[in-house]
C-alpha cells in the first residue's frame, strides 16, 4: 500500500503541464524590484507558455546557461555577457533596459563622498575606512553578480588594490542578493553600492541614503541571452526568442519606461532596446 | 522582537483565510517531504535490519560511516545531486532539475543515513532473548527479523518521524536543486529564506510557525500510530 501511495505521489509530480514552459535564469535585482512578478503575467498569457525563474547572481545565472541547465538568462554584466556569446554559449545579447548604479549610504555620511564622482568617492571610502573602521563600513555583494562586477570595476578605476581591500576590517562581503546587501548595510548604517531600481523597492526598509547618483561608470544595462542551441540543443530557443521579442516590443518596453511611478514616484528602469551595444 | 507577535497573528490570518499560495507551498512542502519519508523508510527498514541481523566485516566501520553521515549539509546534498542533474552531468537528460522530483529525491538521500543508523540502533534495542526464543521455535530468519521489528516499532517509528523532520524543515538542498521557482518548486522553507532577504520578517516567521504547525499536526498523527 505505501508503494503505491509513492509512485502515485511521483507520478503526480512527473505530469507535465500542458503549456510548455521557458526557464529563465533572472539577476536578484531584477528580481527584487518585482519587475517580473509584473511582465510575466503578460508573457505568459500573450504566448501561452509557462515562466519558470530562477533568480540568481549574474555569476550562478551565467553557470546555469553554461550547463543548459536554463533557457535564456537576464543579466547585467556586459563583459561577462560578451564573453558568454563568444564562447558560443549564447545565441546574442540584447540590451532591453537601463538605469543607474548608486553609492548609498548613512545619512550623516561620516565619509564624506557625498557628490563626488563614483571613482573618487571609493577613494575616499577607503582612505576613510582605514582611519575609522568603526564609522566607515562597505557592505559588497561579494557574490559575483553584476553588482558586483561593477563594485570591483570602479575600485580598480579608483586605482585601489581589490585584493587587499578583500582583507580590510571596514569591508564586508555579504554574498548576498541586493536586496539582502542593503538590509546588512542599513543595519550596519554602511555604504554599499546598489542600482536604483533595488533601492527605490527597499526605500521604505532602508535608512540609508543616495551620495553619489552621477558618473559614467555608474551606468546599467540589463541584457537577455537565449541559451544557444548548438551547445545544448533541448533548449527551448524559439520560447526564448518570443521572451526577447516580448521585451524589446515597444508596448513592453513602454511599461518598463512607466513601472514603478505610481508606487516610487519615479521610474525604475528606462528602456533602450535597439540601442547599440554599451 | 514584535515580529513575534505579528507573526503569530499573521499566521492565523493565513491559515484561516486558506491563503492560496500559502496553501500551494504549504502542500507541497508536505507532500514532497512526505514521499520522501516514505521512499527512505522503504529502503531503510529492510536494509536496517539486513545490517543489523548479519555480522560481517567491516560492519562497525559502516555503521560509523553512517553515523557521520548525519552531519551532512543540506547544501553539500543539494550541490552534489545538482552536478549530478545538470544538463551537463550524467544523469542531465532526464530533465529533473528544478523540478519537485529533484526535491525529494535530495531530501531521500539526506535522510536515508539517519532512517538506517537509527534503525539499526532501535533493533539493538530489543532483547536478544526474543531472537533466541524465535529461533527455538523454529522461526526463520525473515520472520525473526520482522518479529524484532515489531517488538521495535516505538523507537523505528520515532526515527521515521525524525526523518521527516529532517527532510520537511531543510533549506539548502531544496534551495539548490529546486531553484525556489515560484509555482514549481517554492516550499515552505525556500519561501522564509526568500521573504527573509527581502526584509519580509512577518511573512517570513509566519511560514515558519505555520510550518512548525504541519509538523505538530503529523506528530499528533503518528504518536497516536505509535501508542498502539
Redesign the interface.
Known amino acids: 500500500m505505501?508503494?503505491i501511495?509513492?509512485a502515485a505521489?511521483?507520478a503526480?509530480?512527473?505530469v507535465t503541464a500542458d503549456a510548455p514552459s521557458l526557464?529563465v535564469a533572472t539577476t536578484s535585482s531584477l528580481y527584487?524590484t518585482g519587475l517580473w512578478q509584473y511582465l510575466e503575467p503578460m508573457f505568459e498569457e500573450k504566448f501561452g507558455v509557462?515562466l519558470?525563474?530562477?533568480?540568481a547572481g549574474t555569476g550562478v545565472a551565467l553557470e546555469y546557461g553554461?550547463?543548459?541547465?536554463v533557457d535564456a538568462v537576464v543579466i547585467h554584466d556586459s563583459a561577462k555577457e560578451e564573453q558568454f556569446v563568444a564562447e558560443g554559449y549564447g545565441v546574442e545579447r540584447v540590451p532591453f533596459a537601463y538605469n543607474y548604479f548608486l553609492v548609498v549610504g548613512p545619512q550623516d555620511d561620516p565619509a564624506s563622498i557625498k557628490g563626488l564622482s563614483p571613482e573618487d568617492a571609493f577613494r575616499k571610502l577607503m582612505e576613510q575606512g582605514e582611519k575609522n573602521p568603526q564609522q566607515v563600513r562597505f557592505v559588497s555583494r561579494g557574490d559575483e553578480s553584476g553588482t558586483h562586477a561593477k563594485e570591483k570595476s570602479i575600485w580598480q578605476a579608483a586605482g585601489c588594490n581589490y585584493e587587499a581591500i578583500r582583507k580590510a576590517y571596514w569591508y564586508n562581503e555579504g554574498g548576498?542578493?541586493m536586496?539582502?546587501t542593503l538590509?546588512m548595510a542599513n543595519e550596519m548604517n554602511a555604504y554599499t553600492l546598489t542600482d536604483r531600481g533595488t533601492f527605490l523597492a527597499?526605500r521604505t526598509?532602508l535608512r540609508l541614503v543616495p551620495l553619489v547618483e552621477e558618473g559614467q561608470m555608474l551606468l546599467n544595462v540589463y541584457s537577455v541571452i537565449a541559451v544557444s542551441p548548438c551547445k545544448?540543443p533541448?533548449t527551448r530557443v524559439e520560447i526564448a526568442n518570443d521572451l526577447i521579442s516580448f521585451l524589446t516590443s515597444p508596448e513592453v518596453q513602454r511599461l518598463i519606461a512607466e513601472y514603478g511611478v505610481n508606487d516610487y514616484g519615479t521610474p525604475l528602469f528606462a528602456p533602450c532596446a535597439g540601442a547599440g551595444p554599451h | 522582537m514584535s515580529e513575534i507577535w505579528h507573526g503569530l497573528i499573521k499566521a492565523f490570518q493565513l491559515i484561516a483565510s486558506f491563503d492560496p499560495e500559502v496553501l500551494e507551498i504549504a502542500g507541497r512542502s508536505l507532500s514532497i517531504s512526505g514521499t520522501a519519508c516514505l521512499l527512505a523508510s522503504l529502503i531503510c527498514l529492510p536494509l536496517g535490519s539486513l545490517i543489523h541481523f548479519h555480522h560481517f566485516p567491516g560492519k562497525r566501520v559502516l555503521i560509523n560511516i553512517i553515523q557521520t553521515l548525519f552531519s551532512v549539509p543540506t547544501v553539500l546534498v543539494g550541490l552534489l545531486l545538482f552536478l549530478l542533474l545538470s544538463r551537463s552531468g550524467p544523469l542531465g537528460e532526464l530533465g529533473i532539475l528544478f523540478t519537485p522530483v529533484a526535491i525529494i529525491i535530495g531530501q531521500t538521500i539526506l535522510i536515508t543515513p539517519l532512517l538506517l543508523g537509527l534503525t539499526v540502533s532501535a533493533l539493538s534495542g530489543v532483547s536478544k532473548e526474543i531472537v533466541d526464543t524465535a529461533a527455538s521455535l523454529g522461526a526463520s530468519g525473515l520472520q525473526t527479523a520482522w518479529l524484532v521489528l515489531r517488538e521495535a516499532r516505538y523507537a523505528v517509528l520515532a526515527a521515521v518521524i525524525m526523518g521527516f523532520g529532517r527532510a520537511i524543515s531543510e533549506v539548502g538542498c531544496a534551495l539548490i536543486v529546486g531553484g525556489n521557482i515560484k509555482g514549481v518548486t517554492r516550499i515552505i522553507t525556500t519561501a522564509i529564506s526568500m521573504e527573509t532577504s527581502k526584509g519580509e520578517l512577518e511573512l517570513a516567521m509566519a511560514l515558519g510557525i505555520i510550518l512548525l504547525f504541519l509538523a505538530l499536526v503529523i506528530n499528533i498523527a503518528l504518536n497516536r500510530l505509535q501508542q498502539r
Open positions: 505505501p508503494v501511495v509513492a505521489a511521483i503526480g509530480f512527473t526557464r527584487d509557462k519558470d525563474l530562477v533568480c553554461k550547463r543548459g541547465d548576498s542578493g536586496g539582502a538590509l527597499y526598509k545544448h533541448h
